[in-house]
């Protein structure tokens, strides 16, 4: 199935740009996703679902297949299958990021096949769920790239101190970074982002439940 969607980054396209084509820096905005390697275009991940009582742990692989920055295009593909061999997910995904003043539009094409549970929803929940999806994953992708725009903070007194008394106060610090893995994200329920749409979906069972509880109990009055 084809799955349409827009959003808006308020950020300028050069930073947008930069940011979709690091696995490091979208994977944590991607509701569920843990990035796992990256090993130049190729990368490889888990995404973790929840489907009400149901957990169902994804496992898969990606690929950059183009990265046009003249055209502001980017086409990743990407297959995964859930760890108890309940389901399978694989898609082509098309973006295509176009400036506007000093934010950034972008539309996205899914080209998307499934099997399993999440399957169960339909093309047109899984559209909207996407959609919401989406919008989550744009919503943290705006705060980081706001949070990068922001001014360096002042170094602490004590390190400024430090680096005074040694007499290298003009001499750039390195950085040093965590090497602590990375935690795993927490599930993505979907029936949290289909809410009132999937309450729609299951009306007519659950109405025909009732039905059948209040026929029950019919027949049970009239035997006693």
Known sequence: MKLDHQFTVPAPLDEVWLAVIDP???AP????????KVEGDAFSGT????????SLLYKGT?????????AGKV???AA?????????????????????????????VTDLAITGKPAQFGRGLISEVGGKILDTFVGCLSDKLGASAEPEAEPEPEVALAASASGNSDQPKPHLESVKPVPE?????LFDYAGSSVVKRLAP???????LLILIAIIRARRR
């Open 24 to 26: 490091e820096r979208v």
């Open 62 to 70: 990606g690929e950059f297949l183009e990265k046009d920055a003249i």
């Open 75 to 77: 086409v990743i593909k």
């Open 80 to 108: 995964g299958k859930d760890a108890r061999g309940a389901g399978t997910a694989a898609a082509t995904v098309t973006l295509i990021l176009t400036a506007d003043g000093a934010s950034t539009n972008g539309a996205v």
């Open 47 to 54: 995404v973790k679902v929840k489907m009400g009582p149901i």
């Open 205 to 211: 069972v659950l109405a025909g439940a009732a039905v």
């Open 185 to 189: 994200a927490e599930a993505i329920d």
């Open 29 to 36: 905005c991607m509701p569920g996703a843990t990035l796992t």
